[in-house]
């Protein structure tokens, strides 16, 4: 959001745009998401749940260091393949783990798990956005980009680094034994008296 925030101030200030090319930029950076949401199913089919994950976000990473680093009509055109490329990796890396929390979290504590999950994410918004416009007066909008892109690079450095990397799948979720049973339960002949064990 810190990178997000301050993408107008940088294509109409630093790359002169108007806004009309700004809205074109804008739609084409946006419309990665939906190709990345179109794409997510394939990718965990060919690839595996956890792989395609760290590969969706390898791609989003380096492809917003791309955007801020052009200067006018072709940094215009860079910027707009590299927020198309971002959008495609993190819309399609969402919905990797917002399916894998769906299979693998029990039914009691979905909504729990979720709310909390909602409220660091939407929480973080407008702190985001204010460190954005704080860093960018402070230092200067295209640097903030850039550091805010290295910030993500250095997440998924940290997601390579994990026990995620070698996986092909997500965890499975462990599931509760089933209660063993008198054999005279199986028998339908639960009148009986049945000794304690």
């Known amino acids: 959001m810190g990178y997000a925030s301050i993408q107008v101030v940088f294509l109409t200030r630093d790359l002169g745009a108007g806004a009309a090319q700004v809205g074109v930029v804008l739609a084409v950076a946006g419309s990665g998401g939906l190709f990345g949401a179109a794409l997510s199913g394939r990718v965990a089919t060919r690839f595996g749940p956890a792989r395609g994950f760290l590969m969706c976000e390898a791609l989003a990473a380096p492809m917003a260091l791309l955007g801020p680093i052009g ?3 072709a940094g215009l055109a860079l910027f707009a393949a590299a927020g198309f490329g971002t959008g495609l990796g993190v819309v399609a890396s969402n919905i990797l783990t917002s399916t894998f929390r769906q299979r693998y979290c029990p039914a009691g504590m979905f909504g729990r798990i979720t709310a909390s999950t909602s409220a660091l994410n ?3 918004i407008p702190l985001g956005g204010l460190l954005g416009g704080l ?4 230092i200067g909008v295209r640097e903030t980009m850039i550091s805010m892109a290295v910030v993500q690079l250095l997440s998924v ?3 390579l680094l994990s026990p995620l990397r070698p996986l092909r799948d997500f ?3 462990r599931r509760r034994a089933e209660p063993v049973l008198h054999p005279a339960l199986h028998t339908g002949r639960a009148d009986r008296d049945i000794p304690c064990e």
């Not at 860093?135 to 402070?138: H, S, V």
């Open 71 to 73: 200067t006018g009509g």
């Open 122 to 124: 939407y929480g973080a």
């Open 135 to 138: 860093l960018g007066e402070a």
């Open 157 to 159: 450095a940290i997601l």
């Open 171 to 173: 965890p499975a979720p």
